[in-house]
């Protein structure tokens, strides 16, 4: 696998890099033989990423039209799996268990979610989804699915459907390295 050697939007095969990554694959070239060098351009490549899926992830959002703040919608699509307790949707979403008790009371009182008593230990309370809480997260990814369509301007709905889904794919693979009991 060639990294681009210019950081984001740089072509990914390059014939003339050349230089071996610490696992014996190619990255960079005559003057980037030591691992501290690989490690460099690949956090350069990384930020840059994260910068552009920061920009991707507003802008499908704005799409997105929840009606909601990032924040609750974060909590609305931990939910969506299985319910879960305040402790596993702070470690789950970055925040602390006080704030998600106030968005979930908040959310509550909208009908987007519901809270109950566990099964298996009473004394916890679980939170789920209510069928209005699962439309509103289905609408609203049905218009960010729309605007990346029109985005990609692409001539065809196939080369649409192929770059969605190679970036999906590559956004799979990375998030199964960070979270690999997640997925």
């Known amino acids: 696998m060639h990294v681009p050697s210019g950081g984001v939007g740089a072509p990914l095969d390059d014939p003339g890099q050349g230089g071996p990554l610490p696992d014996g694959g190619p990255l960079g070239g005559p003057d980037d033989d030591s691992a501290s060098s690989a490690e460099r351009r690949i956090q350069s490549v990384a930020q840059g990423m994260l910068r552009d899926l920061a920009r991707l992830t507003q802008a499908l959002f704005r799409a997105g039209e929840y009606g909601l703040t990032r924040t609750e919608a974060s909590l609305l699509a931990a939910l969506e799996t299985t319910p879960r307790r305040v402790t596993e ?14 968005l979930l009371q908040k959310l509550e009182d909208q009908g987007l ?37 029109e985005a990609l301007h692409s001539p065809t709905v196939e080369e649409c459907e192929r770059t969605v889904r190679a970036a999906r794919q590559a956004v799979a693979t990375l998030a199964e390295a960070m979270e690999p009991e997640a997925t």
């Open 89 to 102: 949707l702070a470690a789950r979403t970055g925040m602390v268990q006080p704030r998600v008790t106030v």
């Open 113 to 149: 979610v519901e809270r109950r008593r566990c099964t298996t230990d009473r004394r916890a309370v679980e939170t789920s989804l209510t069928p209005a809480g699962r439309r509103l997260l289905e609408q609203a990814r049905q218009r960010m699915a729309a605007a990346l369509l």
